[in-house]
């Protein structure tokens, strides 16, 4: 049987997370630090996972797929305030207490430690033109 392996990186669509704190506080909270993220939009995704098992030649090999330019969230945050026209507010939250937060929503332990034990890299560059962050 052949494969093919489509792997994301992060979804630009996980910053309808960030919705509650904006509306309430105007603020986004993370850990990113100065960490840079190639967020990809899942529609982008769907194009490859589509394409891979449908179009020959991509029997047997993996695909990165990620967005067009790594950013920090501090940056994405920046671009979405700009977007919607109102300020928000990127609070940078030591692990520890993104660690705490997440064991207090019923996370369970090892999950809470194990997304501060490996940290975001810059990935390759996918060679379709992917959806941008700022439209």
Known sequence: MAWTFVRPNGFMS???????????????????GDARLSVIDPRDIAAVAIAAPTEPGHEGKAYEVTGPQARTNAEQVAILAETIGQPIRYVA????AARQAMLG???????????????????????????????
């Open 14 to 32: 996980n910053a309808l997370g960030w919705a509650g704190t904006i509306k309430s506080q105007g603020a986004v909270y993370g850990t990113g």
């Open 93 to 96: 939250l030591p692990a520890d």
């Open 105 to 135: 929503r019923a996370c369970p332990p090892k999950l809470s430690t194990d997304c501060w034990n490996s940290g975001p890299t810059d990935p390759p560059a996918v060679s379709r033109f992917p959806t941008p962050y700022r439209r």
